[in-house]
Nanobody
Framework: VQLQASGGGLVQPGGSLRLSCAAS????????IGWFRQAPGKEREGVSC????????YYINSVKGRFTISRDNAKNMVYLQMNLLRPEDTAVYYC????????????????WGKGTLVTVSS
């Protein structure tokens, strides 16, 4: 199972970015995917997740109404649309899987992709 996050960059506060999580070597349909982030000096935290079969989603409170997770099984991709970005959203973002379910705990995930850096700054 290999995952790769991409789409990060530098954006001004209030701006938007869309992160992508690409899977290689396996079909993403059968896996729930979580997005995590780690800011400098802080622990990795779960941000959002989406389950495999039902497409159930979850967001932490600080991103509700601003971030949207979605999946395109035909393209073997999961996305995280991030709007109204704030400086406190600055972090390296990772996608990961721990099975079929929507999981937000880092220690429940067993496959991680390389991260992508998101910097929100004026």
């Amino acid at each position: 199972v290999q995952l790769q996050a991409s789409g990060g960059g530098l954006v001004q506060p209030g701006g938007s970015l869309r992160l992508s999580c690409a899977a290689s070597g396996f079909t993403l349909d059968y896996y729930g995917i979580g997005w995590f982030r780690q800011a400098p000096g802080k622990e990795r935290e779960g941000v959002s997740c989406i389950s495999s079969t039902t497409g159930s989603v979850y967001y932490i409170n600080s991103v509700k109404g601003r971030f949207t997770i979605s999946r395109d099984n035909a393209k073997n991709m999961v996305y995280l649309q991030m709007n109204l970005l704030r400086p406190e959203d600055t972090a390296v973002y990772y996608c990961a899987t721990g099975g079929r379910l929507c999981r937000i705990k880092a220690d429940a995930m067993n496959s991680w992709g390389k991260g992508t850096l998101v910097t929100v700054s004026s």
